[in-house]
């Protein structure tokens, strides 16, 4: 018999287990990334002198970062654990034989995954931008990168190594090329604006060891009057000599953007004429990754149901095959999304569907 009650007893008894267990679990996930995260910027916090609250509130910043990409795996080993301690002390047997389905049974855990999934993308839309820009401030300080803003992910200032300010709207660090650049040049002793430099793009000459800049204009400036001015088809500059690694990040500017603003950042560019593609895939991740914590409870639950006797062991040793198998053909989807071979719907959106067929089809396979 189908029961289609909710919530029953049987609901109230999964979910605490289901919510015990990852707690716990993410709750280790995300102690060992940070564990992890301490040990590998210990030399940068040592060489650069930075004080333990400056450590501490990056990694305050970071811990949510940590959490939204820690959470599939989360769900997958909760689901394992919960489902598979049920199914190890016969209690599902028992509720078999009672009449109630595996489906009915499963329901719960699916309602949680829906639960996370959509805590997932509530938070990426409305509150891990704010952090990924303030834990990217502090990392770059930690690291002894130059001052830069943050306010904005779209709009750039840095500080360059000889009185210059940089200016942009884009940086493709695969190409090393700038949009909308702007170089402003100080005197370092009255800090008054003697030169300014503009270009429509920029792009990097490994040949000249040089950026080359494309349809622009230079101002210089006595005092406060403009001393000379010319406009230039293709140019360098002895100003412009920070070189690419300069100006490259580790946290990629999508994730310091929710939804609308990496939509709009994404129309502003194509506008321009810049490359896209790779934003547009990470604009459709920003949708598609949240769901997989849900497909990743759909794919767990029939190797949890058929776990038997083997211990929490096996169980875990299931997880992270899973895990592996997941990293690889999400990666290999986003890396055809990356070079144009899969429309970019299809490059975020695959690893869900063909994880959430895969677990629908063997769920069916399950004596009910």
């Given at each position: 018999m189908f029961s289609v009650s909710f919530p029953m007893i049987l609901d109230d008894y999964v979910l605490r287990d289901y919510v015990v267990n990852l707690s716990m679990i993410a709750g280790t996930l995300v102690v060992l990334s940070l564990v992890f995260t301490v040990f590998e910027l210990l030399g940068d916090i040592l060489r650069n002198q930075i004080s333990p609250w400056i450590v501490g509130d990056y990694l305050l910043n970071v811990t949510p970062?940590?959490?939204?990409?820690?959470?599939?795996?989360?769900?997958?080993?909760?689901?394992?654990?919960?489902?598979?301690?049920?199914?190890?002390?016969?209690?599902?047997?028992?509720?078999?034989?009672?009449?109630?389905?595996?489906?009915?049974?499963?329901?719960?855990?699916?309602?949680?995954?829906?639960?996370?999934?959509?805590?997932?993308?509530?938070?990426?839309?409305?509150?891990?931008?704010?952090?990924?820009?303030?834990?990217?401030?502090l990392l770059n300080r930690i690291k002894g990168r130059p001052p830069q803003t943050y306010l904005n992910p779209s709009r750039k200032w840095i500080f360059g190594e000889h009185s210059t300010i940089y200016y942009y709207q884009f940086f493709d660090s695969d190409r090393n090329q700038f949009g909308d650049l702007s170089v402003f040049q100080f005197n370092p002793a009255t800090f008054q604006l003697v030169d300014r430099i503009y270009a429509?793009?920029?792009?990097?000459?490994?040949?000249?060891?040089?950026?080359v800049c494309t349809q622009g204009w230079e101002r210089r400036f006595n005092d406060a009057a403009i001393a000379d001015y010319h406009p230039f088809d293709v140019s360098t500059f002895n100003a412009v000599s920070e070189q690419p690694p300069y100006f490259k990040k580790e946290v990629k500017q999508s994730l310091e953007?929710?939804?609308?603003?990496?939509?709009?950042y994404i129309r502003d560019l194509q506008q321009s004429g810049f490359e896209v593609v790779k934003l547009k895939v990470q604009l459709q991740k920003k949708l598609a990754f949240p769901v997989i914590s849900f497909v990743m409870g759909i794919l767990a639950i029939p190797f949890a149901l058929s776990a038997g006797k083997r211990g929490a062991v096996a169980g875990v040793a299931t997880a992270i095959g899973i895990a592996l198998v997941y990293s690889v053909v999400s990666g290999l989807f986003e890396a055809m999304g990356n070079i144009s071979q899969?429309?970019?719907?299809?490059?975020?959106?695959?690893?869900?569907?063909?994880?959430?067929?895969?677990?629908g089809y063997l769920i069916l396979k399950v004596p009910t």
């Open positions: 970062y940590f959490m939204y990409n820690v959470a599939q795996y989360g769900v997958l080993l909760t689901v394992l654990i919960t489902l598979g301690l049920l199914q190890r002390s016969n209690e599902v047997v028992a509720l078999k034989a009672t009449g109630i389905s595996i489906y009915r049974i499963i329901i719960p855990v699916l309602l949680a995954g829906v639960f996370v999934a959509t805590g997932l993308f509530l938070a990426d839309q409305f509150y891990l931008p704010h952090a990924n820009k303030r834990q990217d401030a429509d793009r920029a792009h990097w000459e490994p040949r000249l060891n040089r950026w953007m929710n939804y609308e603003q990496l939509s709009r899969l429309p970019p719907v299809l490059a975020a959106w695959s690893p869900d569907v063909i994880f959430a067929l895969v677990g």
